[in-house]
């Protein structure tokens, strides 16, 4: 069974970096794309950016390149965002998610992780 | 603003049918697939369409996905609606090479 677990609720004060996880099993992690998704409070998707854990290959939206960093780690399967210098805006619900089909981005997001809560406030 | 335009919110009656418009405001809609996801509250985002007009497995035949050329436009119609189906349905297609969300639209079965 696929499955994508993110790591847990986080709470931040402004200024302060932070990583959260999400852990693919049940597939060939190297095989599959991970996405992130960011969902402000009431508010709608946002993609943030994807990458390729094979090689590490990895893409930004324009709206979040050198906000954030992307990365993963296929030793353990797992993929991170980052961030070094979180803001009050960064407070949102981050999901991670895999395309339906191997080696393409350009597939649709089929599974996804249970999303990771981070609040930023002093 | 993103390149894919939704209304808001649309409501209809149980047994009725609803569509759900996603216009593309720069390049064609057919230049790549659109998807459409469902997401309840305190729920992921779940396809309930695929490249167009594909349905997943799971998914009932009451969803299905078109894409009208001369609006530049994807629509999601959902019949015989259930009160189930109230949630959030966003669009989804590519830019390029970057993933792009529509603003979501709240469905209300009331």
């Known amino acids: 069974e696929v499955q994508l677990v993110q790591s847990g609720a986080e709470v931040k004060k402004p200024g302060e970096s932070l990583k959260i996880s999400c852990k693919g099993s049940g597939y060939s992690f190297t095989s599959y794309w991970i996405g992130w998704v960011r969902q402000m409070p009431g508010k709608g998707l946002e993609w943030m950016g994807i990458?390729?854990?094979?090689?590490?290959?990895?893409r930004y939206s324009p709206s979040f390149q050198g906000q954030v960093t992307i990365s993963a780690d296929k030793s353990i399967n797992t993929a991170y965002l980052q961030w070094n210098s979180l803001k009050a805006s960064d407070t949102a619900l981050y999901y991670c998610?895999?395309?339906?089909?191997?080696?393409?981005?350009?597939?649709?997001?089929?599974?996804w992780g249970q999303g990771t809560l981070v609040t930023v406030s002093s | 603003n993103s390149m894919l335009s939704q209304p808001h919110s649309v409501s209809e009656s149980p047994g009725k049918t609803v569509t759900i418009s996603c216009t593309r405001s720069s390049g064609s809609i057919v230049s790549n697939y659109v998807q459409w996801y469902q997401q309840r509250p305190g729920s992921a985002p779940t396809t309930v369409i695929y490249?167009?007009?594909?349905?997943p497995s799971g998914v009932s035949d009451r969803f299905s996905g078109s894409i009208d050329r001369s609006s530049n436009s994807a629509s999601l119609t959902i019949s015989g609606l259930k009160t189930e189906d109230e949630a959030e349905y966003y669009c989804?297609?590519?830019?390029?090479?970057?993933?792009?969300f529509g603003g979501g639209t709240k469905l209300t079965v009331l």
């Open positions: 490249e167009d007009d594909q349905r």
């Open positions: 989804q297609s590519y830019d390029s090479r970057n993933v792009v």
């Open positions: 998610a895999r395309p339906r089909e191997a080696y393409t981005s350009s597939s649709h997001f089929d599974y």
């Open positions: 990458i390729y854990p094979g090689d590490s290959d990895t």
